[in-house]
């Protein structure tokens, strides 16, 4: 029996290298923690060649020791590390790691586990007439990708600069494929597929503000010797997580300090944040200003935080006959003073109307 921890999508990015060294160490942890046979990177290691350039020996230096400590590493190149490529993958060797970037395949056997090592391309139409030897009896066969599924997960794919290509179902059959350990879906996904554990274990870190990053941060221990191989979600401490949310302001741009109280005892220092602020505005000076005073708030309890406004202007509404009207109707109740809660509740009753003419408005177009 073969232990293997299967991971995929760290992209490493010299801008971000404390954050994602220390979710990479957790990993090598992990793997000494569980005496693991192999680590099985699935491609995007890097952001970029360029990272992939000025970072390789420093990561290599860190996974050095794994090799020292029985543990092989196996990594196939993603469609990050060919960004921007301004040399052959293929001419790179980042010995000890096992780095198999020759297409369209690499087969080898090793501590009883048959690997098929496909590294990115844009298409595999060709794979019916690849020679993969027949798989040996009493062997688990695994198949490592970085690709795309027509029943896993086709897109929406919006990396349009380096299209990442689809593998077939009939693909894991065909070479009698126990376990797939995939790579490019950013959430974890696992379903079976002629006859095969095909398996996205998800980045094991939030690399963009994007919903598809939301959710615990996970690698996936696999361990062969029965069938179906046995796999597991391992949570990944230091990653944090995605945190998404949406906040009505005022007519100054500001949002209630209740909710971003809330936002902030939910946030860790390993989190990534994204608020989007929506309503209708007054003063869009004021309103940006408001938004980047919230994000700088928040940047002292988040790793990381984007504010986006997604307003209306008000004197965009003012040709409006509906809002013209409304407006009028509630200058007419106006409360005399601008204290008290007489006049929060006129200010926010004419913020809500203002909102629902612009989503209406919106609508008609």
């Known amino acids: 029996m073969a232990k293997i921890i299967h991971t995929a999508d760290l992209h490493i990015k010299a801008d971000e290298k404390v954050y994602c060294y220390a979710v990479l160490d957790e990993i090598i942890e992990l793997a000494r ?11 995007d290691l890097f952001d970029s060649f360029a990272d992939f350039e000025v970072l390789r020996k420093e990561v290599r230096h860190k996974l050095f020791q794994l090799h020292e400590a029985g543990c092989r590493i196996i990594y196939i190149p993603g469609n990050h ?39 990115h391309a844009e298409n595999y139409d060709g794979y019916r007439d ?30 349009t600069d380096s299209r990442t290509g689809v593998i ?26 002629g006859g095969a554990i095909a398996c996205y274990p998800g980045s094991p870190r939030v690399w963009r503000a994007h919903i598809r990053e939301a959710g615990t941060k ?51 220092s390993r989190d990534f944040v994204y608020v989007k602020l929506t309503g209708v505005v007054e003063d869009e000076p004021a309103a940006a200003a408001a938004a980047a005073a919230l994000r700088g708030r928040l940047e002292k309890r988040a790793r990381q935080a984007e504010v986006e406004l997604d307003t209306t202007v008000a004197s ?15 200058d007419a109740i106006k409360p005399a003073g601008e204290e008290g809660p007489d006049y929060r509740r006129w200010l926010l009753a004419r913020q809500f109307g203002l909102e629902e003419i612009a989503a209406r408005a919106g609508e008609a177009k």
């Not at 997960?153 to 919006?158: A, I, L, N, Q, R």
């Not at 179906?228 to 741009?253: F, I, S």
């Not at 965009?316 to 509630?330: D, R, T, V, W």
Request: aromatic content about 12%.
């Open 33 to 43: 923690a569980e005496k693991a046979d192999f680590l099985v990177i699935a491609g």
């Open 81 to 119: 590390e060919a960004r921007g490529a301004t040399a052959d993958l293929t001419a790179y060797s980042l010995d000890p790691v096992q780095f198999y970037a020759h297409a369209p395949f690499v087969f080898f056997e090793a501590e009883g586990v048959e690997f098929i090592c496909v590294p």
């Open 130 to 159: 690849w020679k993969v030897p027949p798989k040996k009896e009493g062997v688990t066969r695994v198949a490592v990708l970085h690709a795309l599924n027509s029943t896993i997960y086709t897109g929406p794919d919006e990396e």
């Open 168 to 193: 077939e179902d009939d693909f894991f059959k065909r070479f009698s494929i126990d376990y797939a350990a995939m790579g490019h879906v950013h959430s974890g996904r696992q379903h079976y597929l």
């Open 218 to 268: 996970t690698v996936r221990i696999v361990e062969t010797g029965g069938s179906p191989v046995n796999t597991r979600p391992v949570e990944l401490k230091t990653a944090g997580q995605y945190r998404e949310y949406t906040l009505p302001v005022d007519g100054l741009g500001a949002a209630s300090l209740v909710e971003i109280q809330r936002i902030e005892a939910e946030v860790s």
């Open 316 to 330: 965009q509404l003012y040709s409006n006959e509906l809002a013209k009207s409304f407006l009028a109707g509630m």
